[in-house]
Structure formats: structure tokens, C-alpha cells
């Protein structure tokens, strides 16, 4: 693998940390803003959906700056939101920072999937992007549960700081790691247009939605519902998310050399199969951690690889289309994470906690059915 694509997934690292830790810490956000669990999961909800409008609308103002210019002011603009987000004194001023981290993540994470996809031959674009993409599992491995830990036990505002002085640290590693003067064709209407007009990428689409919407009802509320439903103390919430994350490291580099070797849409298909069922075996483990640990170690195992395959089968599907239609999918993934996590506020306050993963594991169902169908007009 080029060396170049470690300083692209250490950003994501960073940026995959922001954007997963909250759903561990809303207890303590919720208690000292004053405001529900179920409101707190809404920081979620503006964070993805910033990201889901940012992110072609930064693809097409940042296509002719020099990629790594591009990386290093969407880290810049993580730790500043970062920062604001420890600092807020009032749910709105959370709220407003969060979208500003969401819109910062949609600058960087398109980009560098985009910039790894251009670094290596065709043969390894899917073990490229799963490095890349890859920042994000190993941000679920060590970043959410230390960062979920820390939240709990000495405060989340000490947490989101801390997160702000590791973005600039990944600045720094990515200046001096990714050559200057890196150019990709810049995105344009005419181009967005083009590249979802290509067969199947409009279904394709369509999975990433429901798959991550469907996975998000749960997640957006994960730290409440293994203390509430699981019933794990602080530490077994941190253990548990380390768990998850380690399973959707390992998950997410099998996926990139299962693509490579027996195709992206066999693995899609999967993969979402897999989730949905992991999804709906938590129905079963209320009060039973080790149970619930199992399903929760199958549901992070084949996550993650789903979103891996997704960007190699849509590449694959419009291989001249890569800057305009990854940024597509990025965006359509965070729109999937904001509605299942509105999706989940709204069970939570009408079914309560133990319901999410039902909802959950039936919204991943849909994501299924357009997989095949979308197999059936492209197969891959």
C-alpha cells in the first residue's frame, strides 16, 4: 500500500472519533444542559445532516484547490468545531457547533476516500479504500470507547477539547505526509448529473441510505440503551463500544480484500443481510450482556464492511464519475444517519430504548432488497 494513504486515515481516525463518541455520552450532556436523552440524540441528527448537505456542495467549490490544502482546512475546521462544541453554554450553541464539525467532516472524509481511490491501480482500490475508510473502524476501536470513558468520568466537555488538540495533530501529520500540488478532476452540475444517471447508482444509493439509517436508530442512542436495556455501568459501556469497535476494524479490512477478490456486490449483500439479523437478535438480550455482546460483536463485524463495499461498487458502477459520486455516497450516508437517529428520538419518546433495534433491523431489510435489485441490473 502507498504510504501516503496512512496520513489520510489517521484524519479519519480523528473525524470518525467526533462523529461516533456522542452517542456515548448523551446522559451526562442531556443532565447538564438540562434537556432529555432523547433531544441530546438530535446533536446527531444536525451533525449528519450538515454533512449530508456539505458535502457536494464542498466538492464542487473546493475541485480545483490542491487536495492537500483541502484535507488540511477541513481538520482545521473539525478542531475549531471541536472546540466551540466543549465550550457551548447552551443546547443551541451545541447544536450550531455540531452542524459546523458535521459540515468540516464533509470537506475532509470525501476527499481523502476520493484522494486514496486516485493513489493506487485499479487492483487495489479496494483494499486502498478500506484503509482509508478504515481511519473510521479504528476510531470505533480506540477513539469512541476512550473518548465515550472520558465523557462519562470526567466530563464531556474535557472530552470534545481533548478532540480539538488531536485535530491539530492530524494536521500537522497530514502536511508534512501528503504531497502538495495533488489535483483531481473538479465535480460541477454537469457532472453530478452525469455520474447518477450511470445504471444502478441511483439504487445503489439507496442502500447506503437505509443500511446506515437503519443502523443509526440504534446507534445514535447506543450509550443509553446498554445502560438502560443492556444494563452496563460506565465501564461496561466503554468495554462493550470497544468491543463493537474491533469488530468493525477487523470487519471493514476483510471487506476490502473480500471485494478485491470476490466482488463488491456479493460482499454488499452480505454484509446488510448480516446487520439486519444482528439487529434483530438484540431483541432477545435485554438484561443478558453477554448475549447481547454477541449480537453486538455481528452487527460491528459486517457494519463497517458494508460501507467499504459500497464505495468500491460505486466506483465500479462509475469509475470516471470517483470525486463527484464518492462525496454522493458520503452525503447520502450522513442524510441516513440523520434521519435514523430522528428516527430513533422518535421511538424512544413513543416505544422506549428496547425498542430501537426492531426498527432498526426492519429499515436494514429495505437496504437488502435494493442490493439485489440493484445486483440484478449491474451484477458486480
Known sequence: MDPRLFYLTLGNVVIGTGTM???G?????????GITVSAAGQVTTVYALA?????????TLTGRFDRAKVLAAGLLLFAVASLLSALA???EVLM???MLGGLAAAIFSPTAVAVAASLVPPAQRGRAIALVFGGMTIASVFGVPLGTWVGLALGWREMLAGLSVASLGAVLALWWGVPKGLMLPPASLARWGAALRQPGVGLLLGVTAFQIGGCFVLFAFFGPYLGGVTGLATEGIAGMLFVFGLASLIGNFAAGWAVDRFGAGRVTHGAVALTALSLLALMGTAGQPVAAGLAIILWGATVFGINTAQQARL???APDYATVILPANSSILFAGQALGAALGGVVVAWGGLAVLPLVGGLVVLVALGLSLRAAALRPA
Not at 455520552?25 to 444542559?33: G, H, K, M, R, Y
Not at 454533512?51 to 466538492?59: E, I, N, R, S, Y
Open 25 to 33: 455520552i448523551l446522559d451526562p450532556i442531556a443532565a447538564d444542559l
Open 96 to 98: 450550531a457547533a455540531r
Open 89 to 91: 453554554p447552551s443546547y
Open 21 to 23: 463518541v456522542m452517542s
Open 51 to 59: 454533512f449530508a448537505l456539505g458535502a457536494p456542495v464542498m466538492a
Open 315 to 317: 466506483v465500479e458502477a
